[in-house]
């Protein structure tokens, strides 16, 4: 269960704003659109109502996003408000007010399963520390390569998402690497390893590639 802000301009509750939030089991806390309501609010997801005030909605994201707190933004938008959206806003998902509840909790789900903040990304079991460069499962030290590091700190950045071997070949080795797509299911398979009974965390989607699944 994750703990959301949603920030809007509307008087409404927010299952009107959002009807699938009121199916839903999230802790949820409603406050004023503006970048003051995050001074005391700790959540794990900020969830932003830009139906109403798309220039407001927008303007706020890049403060967010500029204050690098590391917050994970998901923002509701209408159908005609799409056409607004641009890279500049940097929100991390959107979804529309007609979605279903399956579809908000996915997008909850993969949001808070990673936080940026303090050079740490948890994603489900997996928790990475970017500077002290090392990964923990559940809590207990993995003894990892460098590469094996960086492909997991790779997967638990972006979970959820099918990468295709040339992908992870790319992100993790680098476009000047010269080998073949061959030792990225090398490191896989040892990285599988070392997760011992969290090896389904790394799971094979046929015929394409990888995905991360931070159960």
Known sequence: MAQLLLLTRDTATSAEILPALGLLSHQLSVAAMESASLL???????????????????????????????????LIVTEGGLAALSPEWAPQDFVLVTAGPAEVEARIRLLAATDASDDV???????????????????????????????????????????????????VWGYDYYGGTRTVDVHVRRLRAKLGDAESLIGTVRNVGYRFDPR
């Open 40 to 74: 005391n609010a700790e959540p794990d997801v900020v969830v932003i109502d830009a139906r109403l005030d798309l220039v407001g909605a927008r303007n706020l994201c890049r403060t967010l996003q500029a204050a690098g707190n590391g917050l994970p933004i998901l």
């Open 121 to 171: 990304i948890r994603a489900g079991r997996v928790e990475i520390d970017e500077s002290a460069y090392t990964a923990r499962l559940d809590g207990r030290s993995l003894d990892l390569t460098y590469t094996e590091f960086e492909l997991l700190k790779f997967f638990a950045a972006h979970p959820g998402r099918v990468f295709s071997r040339e992908q992870l070949l790319s992100e």
